[in-house]
């Protein structure tokens, strides 16, 4: 057992690899652009569901969807 390494310098190693920093700018750079899209993307779902059951309950006259 003595020849395992431990996971603390498993995790440094790690850290020193070319992959590893490609990973972490690749992270930085899009995650603001991913949680941009999913904020506007949410909106526009919640928008196009809002317009949809005024739709309905106009087409309804203005009795309730449920």
């Known amino acids: ?3 395992l390494i431990p996971r603390r310098q498993q995790r440094e190693n790690a850290k020193q690899t070319l992959g ?3 990973w972490s ?3 930085a750079v ?3 652009i991913i949680s941009v899209f ?3 993307f949410t909106a526009l779902v919640q928008l196009l569901s809002g317009l949809s059951q005024g739709l309905v309950w106009l087409l309804k006259g ?3 969807i449920q």
């Open 1 to 3: 057992m003595s020849s």
């Open 20 to 22: 590893y920093r490609i």
């Open 25 to 27: 700018i690749g992270f």
């Open 30 to 32: 899009f995650y603001p």
């Open 38 to 40: 999913t904020f506007v």
């Open 62 to 64: 203005g009795k309730s």
